[in-house]
């Protein structure tokens, strides 16, 4: 059992806790004791099923004390997932886990309880769901007038998870074994990767707290399409319970995140989530448009023509005096019918590129470090024009360049960095 004051677990017999040195009331104990015997019994009754990570994972009954703000994670605009969709997205991923675990377990029983998937140690309480799961509100984390609770913080952890999904998608696979414990696998030399979890969903539960007392402190509201998705979680909750055969929603989460959870818990957390990062995003489209410069251009990828022409094999390739008079002879070849239409036919009669002269010597969308130094250093020299041409030596030989146009595709916005 647990102590109901700091929730460090008890033996059956302590009625003061070691921890906090309370002494626990005589009802708390006599229902701590049912508890127990009743755990007991469904021990000896009902085996504990054997399932993979990521659903066996211990959540620490006290994290830590979290002194300051983490910073807010900048170019979130640009991670391509559309914050209003933060619900679907994140039970989409975990329902791709889900077909993990499906795939290397035996079928499910019938019997609904022991479907439960244990996150945690709350887990341990099987048979109870919401609520009456035992440190479904404990405290395990905190700072100043702000409390993570258990069933809290398992949204967050798995949101950690999903977003690093949605990310990689099996390529973490090569990392990550889901038919490990988390805490089983090291995600650095010091930390596991339960660790790493943790620290995730801390500073994205601190985060999003912050950013909505701030925004709820300067009067900010969602807008019409926003606090209608909101109001519609239930209503999708249900929709995904009954099209993946569960009783209801607060089984479908139980079954996805842990047995503590439940729709009044998770509705928050989304009500939360959705403030948060449309708040976020509203700062974030105020500061632009007060620095943002109109005259200040991207900067745009290269599009350049070379023709390639080696030395013979063996030769150094700066002193290859053949090599370079060969390449002084195409650039003066081409110089008498300076178009882009007959570069690319030289490039294709000349050009040792394979990767190139059938393409009359193109490449596209260069950008900065793509190619080799001195390659690159004359694609982006700042006087650099359109029909420019030259010679340029590098590691594989004299290449006759040709600088075709500025592409539409961008590498990088000032204003925006």
Same mark, same amino acid.
């Given at each position: 059992?647990?102590?109901?004051?700091?929730?460090?677990?008890?033996?059956?017999?302590?009625?003061?806790?070691?921890?906090?040195?309370?002494?626990?009331?005589?009802?708390?104990?006599?229902?701590?004791?049912?508890?127990?015997?009743?755990?007991?019994?469904?021990?000896?009754?009902?085996?504990?099923?054997?399932?993979?990570?990521?659903?066996?994972?211990?959540?620490?009954?006290?994290?830590?004390?979290?002194?300051?703000?983490?910073?807010?994670?900048?170019?979130?605009?640009?991670?391509?997932?559309?914050?209003?969709?933060?619900?679907?997205?994140?039970?989409?991923?975990?329902?791709?886990?889900?077909?993990?675990?499906?795939?290397?377990?035996?079928?499910?029983?019938?019997?609904?309880?022991?479907?439960?998937?244990?996150?945690?140690?709350?887990?341990?309480?099987?048979?109870?769901?919401?609520?009456?799961?035992?440190?479904?509100?404990?405290?395990?984390?905190?700072?100043?007038?702000?409390?993570?609770?258990?069933?809290?913080?398992?949204?967050?952890?798995?949101?950690?998870?999903?977003?690093?999904?949605?990310?990689?998608?099996?390529?973490?696979?090569?990392?990550?074994?889901?038919?490990?414990?988390?805490?089983?696998?090291?995600?650095?030399?010091?930390?596991?990767?339960?660790?790493?979890?943790?620290?995730?969903?801390?500073?994205?539960?601190?985060?999003?707290?912050?950013?909505?007392?701030?925004?709820?402190?300067?009067?900010?509201?969602?807008?019409?399409?926003?606090?209608?998705?909101?109001?519609?979680?239930?209503?999708?909750?249900?929709?995904?319970?009954?099209?993946?055969?569960?009783?209801?929603?607060?089984?479908?989460?139980?079954?996805?995140?842990?047995?503590?959870?439940?729709?009044?818990?998770?509705?928050?957390?989304?009500?939360?989530?959705?403030?948060?990062?449309?708040?976020?995003?509203?700062?974030?489209?105020?500061?632009?448009?007060?620095?943002?410069?109109?005259?200040?251009?991207?900067?745009?990828?290269?599009?350049?023509?070379?023709?390639?022409?080696?030395?013979?094999?063996?030769?150094?390739? *700066?002193?290859?005096?053949?090599?370079?008079?060969?390449?002084?002879?195409?650039?003066?070849?081409?110089?008498?019918?300076?178009?882009?239409?007959?570069?690319?036919?030289?490039?294709?009669?000349?050009?040792?590129?394979?990767?190139?002269?059938?393409?009359?010597?193109?490449?596209?969308?260069?950008? *900065?470090?793509?190619?080799?130094?001195?390659?690159?250093?004359?694609?982006?020299? *700042?006087?650099?024009?359109?029909?420019?041409?030259?010679?340029?030596?590098?590691?594989?030989?004299?290449?006759?360049?040709?600088?075709?146009?500025?592409?539409?595709?961008?590498?990088?916005?000032?204003?925006?960095?």
């Amino acid at each position: 059992m647990l102590c109901p004051y700091c929730g460090k677990e008890l033996s059956d017999t302590d009625r003061t806790c070691p921890a906090c040195g309370k002494a626990l009331p005589e009802a708390a104990a006599i229902v701590a004791d049912a508890a127990v015997n009743e755990a007991q019994q469904l021990e000896e009754t009902q085996p504990a099923p054997q399932l993979p990570a990521p659903y066996i994972t211990k959540a620490p009954e006290k994290v830590c004390t979290l002194p300051e703000v983490p910073q807010v994670r900048h170019g979130h605009s640009e991670t391509g997932r559309n914050l209003i969709f933060a619900v679907i997205i994140l039970a989409l991923a975990a329902l791709l886990v889900w077909g993990v675990y499906k795939t290397v377990t035996a079928p499910a029983p019938a019997d609904e309880s022991t479907l439960m998937q244990p996150v945690t140690d709350l887990a341990r309480n099987r048979g109870k769901t919401g609520l009456k799961v035992a440190g479904a509100k404990n405290i395990v984390a905190e700072t100043d007038d702000i409390q993570l609770t258990n069933q809290e913080f398992i949204y967050y952890y798995w949101d950690s998870f999903f977003s690093l999904y949605s990310t990689y998608g099996d390529t973490l696979t090569m990392y990550l074994d889901f038919t490990v414990p988390f805490d089983q696998q090291m995600f650095s030399p010091d930390q596991t990767w339960n660790d790493y979890f943790t620290q995730m969903a801390l500073q994205s539960w601190l985060q999003s707290k912050i950013l909505c007392a701030e925004a709820r402190a300067n009067g900010y509201t969602l807008s019409a399409d926003e606090q209608e998705y909101v109001d519609s979680t239930r209503a999708t909750l249900e929709e995904y319970a009954s099209s993946s055969g569960y009783a209801g929603p607060d089984s479908y989460l139980q079954n996805l995140f842990d047995p503590s959870s439940d729709v009044e818990s998770y509705t928050a957390y989304i009500a939360d989530s959705v403030l948060a990062s449309s708040y976020a995003s509203a700062c974030y489209d105020s500061i632009a448009a007060d620095v943002a410069d109109p005259n200040v251009q991207p900067h745009r990828c290269v599009n350049v023509r070379h023709i390639l022409i080696q030395p013979e094999a063996g030769t150094d390739i *700066p002193d290859d005096a053949a090599a370079k008079a060969k390449a002084e002879e195409v650039l003066a070849l081409w110089a008498k019918n300076p178009t882009p239409e007959y570069f690319a036919e030289l490039a294709e009669t000349y050009s040792a590129d394979g990767g190139s002269n059938l393409r009359g010597g193109l490449y596209e969308d260069i950008y *900065p470090g793509m190619m080799v130094t001195a390659f690159n250093d004359w694609c982006f020299d *700042p006087v650099r024009q359109e029909g420019d041409s030259g010679i340029v030596v590098t590691e594989y030989g004299y290449h006759v360049m040709y600088f075709d146009s500025f592409s539409e595709t961008t590498y990088g916005d000032p204003n925006a960095e």
